[in-house]
């Protein structure tokens, strides 16, 4: 079974930082663009992050660059999220998702083949 599992969510402070877990099963994910994407309570689905599996090269959305970096770990079959100077307006739940292509991801395509189940992240005082 095709799986994404997705951790590391949580309550933390406006400034803080988390890092999100995205553990693949069933499939090598150093053959798929892997992606980040997360959505807010009446909001659409926005594109967070992507990580090539060609090359490795990465994209961001313009909210979040400088602050989050996506990387990954073929030898444990995971892909991170680490995310800094978090703010309010980051709140939502936060998705992993991979894409059947290899070469020069954007976080403005949004063709998915798996995603996970989220991963809740709350940035309040």
């Known amino acids: 079974q095709v799986q994404l599992v997705e951790s590391g969510g949580g309550l933390v402070q406006p400034g803080g930082s988390l890092r999100l877990s995205c553990a693949a099963s069933?499939?090598?994910?150093?053959?798929?663009?892997i992606h980040w994407f997360r959505q807010a309570p009446g909001k659409e689905r926005q594109g967070v992050s992507c990580?090539?599996?060609?090359?490795?090269?990465?994209d961001y959305a313009d909210s979040v660059k400088g602050r989050f970096t996506i990387s990954r770990d073929n030898a444990k079959n995971t892909v991170y999220l680490q995310m800094n100077s978090l703010k309010p307006e980051d709140t939502a739940v936060y998705y992993c998702?991979?894409?059947?292509?290899?070469?020069?991801?954007?976080?403005?395509?949004?063709?998915?083949?798996?995603w996970g189940q989220g991963t809740q992240v709350t940035v309040s005082s």
């Open positions: 069933a499939f090598m994910l150093d053959y798929y663009n």
């Open positions: 990580i090539s599996a060609n090359d490795g090269s990465t």
């Open positions: 998702a991979a894409e059947n292509k290899y070469l020069h991801c954007s976080v403005s395509r949004r063709e998915y083949d798996y």
